[in-house]
């Protein structure tokens, strides 16, 4: 692929390129490759894990479109690549946000124009700041009755900070709005030495990785309500039971589950 126009170290591997590569997307480099071989190596069902959350928000956006949903602000984005919402549901005004520079600056230039679609930097643990930017006003105008999405990231954030977005975002948005939110669990307790190699990598990137127990998870998605689907394995919601082998839980228990919640 070109070299992209901004500033970028492209002999550094970015997690969100690495991610990319990861889903078969051609946003990356040489050493955004190897950093994900050598993962694959540590653990190999991590390409079939990240192919299963960017389904999941495929098929999330597309359901949420097929509600009438037709705004959306999605929370740490990564690339807009492989199916992302604005690809999915092209007429849906859109807002990504992501804290990772790289992400933003790239994501801009892989989005070009699109009128629908506004790329902003920010942490999103600064959830207050993200919900006051100018950019909310600026393609929502007065709308708050949104979809919003909190997919691949609650592995990165502490129970604390989930528990401050899952407030802020419930009392900004209006009535029928709904959040799709994925997590990353695993048995509690169990590891291995790849595993914990495994988590040592991103420990070392700076972005440590917590893995909650499912029971945890329905804590702290309050005050949304969890709508009567449940709960459930990616798998199922996309009908993929048999995708998953025993061999791929990594012998540490891995399961990702997916849920929509509601204000009602
Ligand atoms: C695993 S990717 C998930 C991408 C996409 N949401 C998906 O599900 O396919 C995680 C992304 O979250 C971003 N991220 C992690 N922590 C963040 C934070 N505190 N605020 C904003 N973005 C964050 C990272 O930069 C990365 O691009």
Redesign the pocket.
């Known amino acids: 692929m070109a070299e992209p126009k901004a500033a970028m170290d492209i002999n550094i591997p970015n997690?969100?390129r690495v991610?990319d590569y990861s889903l078969g997307g051609s946003h990356n480099f040489e050493a955004d490759r190897q950093a994900a071989e050598y993962m694959f190596t540590l653990v190999p069902s991590t390409r079939k894990w990240?192919r299963l959350?960017?389904m999941f928000?495929h098929d999330a956006a597309q359901e949420l479109s097929d509600q009438g949903f037709d705004m959306f602000l999605?929370?740490?984005?990564?690339?807009p690549t492989v199916e992302?919402i604005h690809s999915t549901v092209p007429n849906a005004k859109v807002i990504y946000?992501?804290?990772?520079p790289v992400?933003v600056n790239y994501g801009k230039e892989i989005l070009g124009d699109n009128p629908h679609v506004r790329f902003l930097e920010?942490?999103?643990?600064n959830i207050d700041a993200v919900l006051s930017s100018p950019v909310i006003q600026e393609v929502f105008g007065n709308h708050r009755r949104v979809a919003i999405?909190l997919?691949?990231?609650t592995v990165?954030?502490s129970d604390e900070e989930i528990q401050r977005i899952m407030r802020a975002t419930y009392d900004w948005a209006a009535s029928g709005s709904k959040m799709f939110v994925?997590w990353e669990t695993q048995a509690e307790g169990a590891m291995t030495p790849q595993w914990g190699q495994f988590l040592g990598m991103f420990d070392q990137m700076g972005?440590p990785m917590h893995l909650i127990p499912e029971a945890k998870a329905r804590e702290l998605v309050k005050p949304w309500h969890v709508d009567e689907r449940d709960f459930r394995p990616i798998t199922e919601w996309l009908g993929l039971k048999d995708y998953i082998t025993e061999q791929d839980r990594e012998g540490v228990g891995l399961e990702f589950y997916g849920v929509y919640l509601t204000k009602p």
Not at 122 to 125: A, Q
Request: hydrophobic share 45%.
């Open positions: 997690a969100a991610y990240v959350l960017r928000l999605d929370l740490a984005s990564g690339l992302h946000v992501d804290n990772d992400v920010e942490d999103i643990r999405g997919n691949g990231v990165f954030l994925t972005s």
